[in-house]
Nanobody, 115 residues
Framework: QVKVVESGGGLVQPGGSLRLSCTAS????????MGWYRQAPGKERELVGF???????HYADSMKGRFTISRDNVKNMVYLQMNSLKPVDTAVYYC?????????WGQGTQVTVSS
């Protein structure tokens, strides 16, 4: 079993920054892709981006420029650096971890951008 836990969310003013972290633990031989999704109130969950085990990073077109994904393979962690945050970025951010043919999700961390 794999456990995925996100952290780092909170309340931030427009224009501010946040760094989200995600840790995967448990029976893990090797992790494939690790990624981030978000779900705003009343909307469907959408991809932010993901990073492969080899370090290739892919962002959704709408996420390019302000968001940066990085990964620590030793610690089984993935990070999401978010800059120049806007109210439209308010959402629950979820971490997605792929191990073989399985995908594991965390419970999400709330990000609220408001003055």
């Amino acid at each position: 079993q794999v456990k995925v836990v996100e952290s780092g969310g909170g309340l931030v003013q427009p224009g501010g920054s946040l760094r989200l972290s995600c840790t995967a633990s448990g029976s893990i031989f090797s992790i494939d892709a690790m990624g981030w999704y978000r779900q705003a109130p009343g909307k469907e969950r959408e991809l932010v981006g993901f990073i492969t085990s080899g370090g290739e990073i892919h962002y959704a077109d709408s996420m390019k420029g302000r968001f940066t994904i990085s990964r620590d393979n030793v610690k089984n962690m993935v990070y999401l650096q978010m800059n120049s945050l806007k109210p439209v970025d308010t959402a629950v951010y979820y971490c997605d971890v792929s191990v073989g043919s399985f995908r594991y999700w965390g419970q999400g961390t709330q990000v609220t951008v408001s003055s």
